[in-house]
């Protein structure tokens, strides 16, 4: 589930977390150029098998995490057609699903 608030653009920042997941019907491909793009999401997945995590979260400030949420959010309606109940990606045969949060 996707929960976003979006009470003005100042002084807010949002969080992301990524999570394994069984695959669902509905993900994208993570590629080299997405990591290249968004560094923070390579960060993110070096953290989860470098500590054997499930599950990792960061704190974003508002503009970069409303680019990746913009960017995802594309990805996921482009490459699936929308309809999926939320953000999931494959990257190196594992499913991660992506979460949103904004404050």
């Known amino acids: 589930?996707?929960?976003?608030?979006?009470?003005?653009?100042?002084?807010?920042?949002?969080?992301?977390?990524?999570?394994?997941q069984i695959p669902p019907a509905c993900?994208?491909?993570?590629t080299?150029?997405?990591?290249?793009r968004y560094p923070v999401l390579r960060e993110m997945l070096n953290e989860m098998e470098e500590k054997n995590k499930t599950s990792v979260h960061r704190e974003l400030n508002w503009k970069e995490g409303e680019e990746i949420y913009k960017y995802m959010?594309?990805?996921?309606?482009?490459?699936m057609g929308g309809g999926c109940g939320g953000?999931?990606?494959?990257?190196?045969?594992?499913?991660?699903?992506?979460?949103f949060a904004a404050t």
């Open 73 to 79: 959010c594309r990805r996921i309606d482009q490459e």
């Open 27 to 30: 993900y994208f491909n993570l």
């Open 1 to 20: 589930m996707l929960f976003i608030f979006f009470p003005s653009q100042w002084g807010f920042v949002w969080y992301i977390e990524i999570q394994m």
């Open 87 to 99: 953000i999931f990606f494959m990257y190196k045969g594992c499913c991660y699903r992506v979460r």
């Open 32 to 36: 080299e150029e997405d990591f290249d």
